[in-house]
């Protein structure tokens, strides 16, 4: 008999994606897959074999004070809890549409040079909170085993009640994970880095044009689009009192 994969193991391909059946088939697994993340943020401050970086602009303005139905916050956070920020042709997400936020299993298609490559990911923690200075929404996905990466990503969703200024902001703690041979490593190694800026860069230009957003700070290019921070400054866009 040939053996079967381990159901946490990555599912790749070269040169096309995945049928329904494909997608799935390893949703159903996701759940048995245990987690390749930090226990922590406050665990992986500490270890040193974890990276951390970041990427923040403006995605729109609107009116001063707390958010409001049918404003720029609550239509992006709408998006971002869909995923829609995401250029679907670098990373494509699958999940249950009615499930919770919270607990909810994703399946990420990560395509590179060709390369096609399922990994599951699970949200751990969602964050909310209300001052009279700005509002701050968000969540943190963890990868699951068999992930081309081991971290944990926060995707946080701020706004500045003083000047309307809506900002987003991804941030990740991540080392190497999985991949299913020396050659995929080592091709996914080389280019990376430069998918990976693209891909966050792509993140503002589609929430920016979602939100029918004009006459905005041009986004960074290049290496400048991410840069590093230490964990113990985690928290987002700082208010002005």
């Given at each position: 008999?040939?053996?079967?994969?381990?159901?946490?193991?990555?599912?790749?391909?070269?040169?096309?994606?995945?049928?329904v059946d494909d997608v799935q088939r390893q949703l159903a697994h996701l759940p048995h897959c245990p987690s390749s993340g930090p226990a922590?943020?406050?665990?992986?401050?500490?270890?040193?074999?974890?990276?951390?970086?970041?990427?923040?602009?403006?995605?729109?303005?609107?009116?001063?004070?707390?958010p409001v139905v049918g404003a720029a916050f609550e239509r992006a956070r709408v998006a971002i809890t869909n995923?829609?920020?995401?250029?679907?042709?670098?990373?494509?997400?699958?999940?249950?549409?009615?499930?919770?936020?919270?607990?909810?299993?994703?399946?990420?298609?990560?395509?590179?040079l060709g390369l096609h490559v399922?990994?599951?990911?699970?949200?751990?923690?969602?964050?909310?909170?209300?001052?009279?200075?700005?509002?701050?929404?968000?969540?943190?996905y963890d990868t699951l085993v068999g992930h081309v990466e081991s971290g944990a990503e926060w995707f946080l969703l701020s706004k500045d009640h003083a000047?309307?200024?809506?900002?987003?902001r991804i941030q990740a703690t991540w080392k190497k994970g999985t991949l299913p041979?020396?050659?995929?490593?080592?091709?996914?190694?080389?280019?990376?880095?430069?998918?990976?800026?693209?891909?966050?860069?792509?993140?503002?230009?589609?929430?920016?044009?979602?939100l029918d957003s004009h006459d905005l700070p041009d986004l960074p290019r290049g290496r400048a689009i991410l840069k590093p921070w230490q964990p113990a400054l985690t928290a987002v866009h700082e208010f002005e009192s």
């Open positions: 008999m040939t053996p079967q994969k381990p159901p946490c193991a990555p599912i790749f391909r070269w040169w096309r994606g995945f049928g922590s943020d406050e665990a992986a401050a500490t270890d040193p074999a974890w990276h951390h970086y970041y990427s923040e602009a403006v995605i729109a303005r609107e009116a001063p004070g707390p995923y829609e920020f995401s250029d679907p042709n670098a990373v494509r997400a699958y999940f249950e549409r009615n499930l919770p936020l919270e607990g909810r299993p994703m399946l990420l298609e990560i395509q590179v399922l990994c599951g990911v699970v949200v751990r923690a969602v964050r909310e909170e209300h001052t009279p200075e700005g509002t701050i929404w968000g969540f943190r000047t309307g200024e809506v900002r987003f041979t020396w050659w995929a490593r080592l091709g996914f190694e080389a280019v990376a880095s430069t998918y990976q800026r693209a891909w966050h860069r792509s993140a503002y230009v589609r929430l920016r044009a979602l």
